[in-house]
């Protein structure tokens, strides 16, 4: 029996951490699982995709909550739902904005003059003009003493103070002090900054001008980034040192050791190097995926893969997320083996070997979550 109760849980545990896609059919949302089948009909005017195993749908004119089997956990009696992070959502009641949890119950939390979705374990806090973070207990971890504290990423969000910006940690401790003009990402103990009409990169809390700089983009996938000097666009390394000179009219990030640049008005890849691996060819281009697959543009958008090879014809329009996504994992192209694209005026999903998921297309497709 014990054995019994184990299996039973351990696939319970299995089920409910599927990922489901909210898709649009016959003017109804319903959700599909990555067998292309359907996991919850099409049969709500509105709803929202899943988050933490919970998806907000509306029935007659109010919100509430379902989970994985399609059934009602949190009752609609909500004017407006966000989605559930840290195991709290915000909800509008009575014209007001409250958090609650997943058995519905209403959450005391510290007051502030408007009220904030949880991210990563932390929510905003505003009072007057001030912004502060509070944790899912509602304890106050971040007074509210920064103009602006932007999302966090990976532990770390960019946040001003005095009109300067700079980095805390999900503790609001400053990584970066709030020193420059302007900063980017926290990647490896490493930003880029302004400081006045110097661009550079701040390493272990120290600004590094790098000579005739005049934009940085964020370290995203690997230690090199893209930067421009002399209207040129060339990659530096997490030291500051130019890996491949400015040359390019135009980047996009490293992933797979490729990147997409752009010159004489086509879209090709270069290696580590900056030689040019697989031609300048296309109308435009987009990073490589994990999965080792990139788009690329010729009239419409195919996929291509770290040879160069057109794997998927270029038969489809693509895009970063629909028009209800709010989700961070929003890629262009392959998000663990399956990409959202668009056909003959209809959304769906195709796999790595070109195959439409479920050989099914809807009048709208979210990322699956």
Not at 88 to 99: D, N, R, S
Not at 140 to 153: G, H, N, R, Y
Not at 201 to 218: C, R, S, T, Y
Not at 251 to 280: D, H, Q, S, T
Request: charged share 25%.
């Amino acid at each position: 029996m014990k054995n019994y109760l184990f299996l039973l849980f351990i696939f319970s545990q299995a089920f409910f951490a599927q990922e489901h896609a909210l898709v649009k059919q016959n003017e109804k949302f319903g959700y599909i699982s990555k067998n292309g089948n359907f996991s919850i009909e099409p049969q709500y005017k509105l709803a929202k995709n899943f988050s933490e195993g919970l998806a907000a749908v509306e029935k007659d004119g109010k919100w509430g909550f379902i989970n994985v089997q399609g059934e009602i956990v949190i009752a609609p009696t909500y004017s407006n739902a966000k989605y559930f992070n840290s195991g709290i959502c915000v909800v509008e009641k009575g014209k007001k904005w409250i958090y609650i949890n997943k058995r519905g119950e209403e959450l005391k939390m510290p007051d502030s003059d408007k009220v904030y979705d949880f991210e990563d374990g932390v929510a905003f806090i505003k009072v007057a003009d001030k912004i502060g973070l509070i944790n899912p207990k509602g304890e106050v971890v971040v007074a509210p003493i920064f103009q602006v504290i932007k999302s966090f990423e990976n532990g770390f969000a960019r946040v001003k103070q005095n009109d300067k910006w700079g980095i805390i940690d999900d503790k609001g401790k400053l990584v970066v002090e709030a020193i420059y003009d302007e900063v980017g990402n926290y990647y490896k103990n490493t930003t880029w900054a302004r400081s006045g009409t110097a661009f550079g990169l701040v390493i272990a809390n120290k600004f590094q001008a790098i000579e005739g700089v005049d934009k940085i983009w964020d370290f995203l996938y690997q230690d090199v980034t893209y930067a421009k000097k002399n209207n040129k666009i060339g990659f530096i390394d997490l030291k500051g040192n130019w890996i491949i000179e400015p040359k390019f009219d135009k980047a996009k990030a490293f992933n797979k050791n490729l990147a997409p640049v752009f010159m004489n008005k086509k879209w090709g890849y270069i290696n580590l190097k900056g030689e040019v691996v697989i031609e300048l060819n296309y109308a435009d281009a987009e990073i490589f995926s994990n999965d080792g697959l990139a788009p690329v543009k010729i009239k419409e958008w195919g996929f291509i893969d770290e040879k160069g090879k057109l794997v998927i014809p270029a038969d489809y329009q693509i895009t970063a997320g629909g028009l209800i996504a709010v989700f961070k994992e929003d890629e262009k192209g392959f998000v663990k083996g399956i990409a959202r694209v668009k056909y003959k005026g209809k959304w769906g999903f195709i796999t790595k070997d070109g195959k439409t998921l479920g050989n099914k297309w809807y009048e709208n497709a979210e990322l699956f979550q």
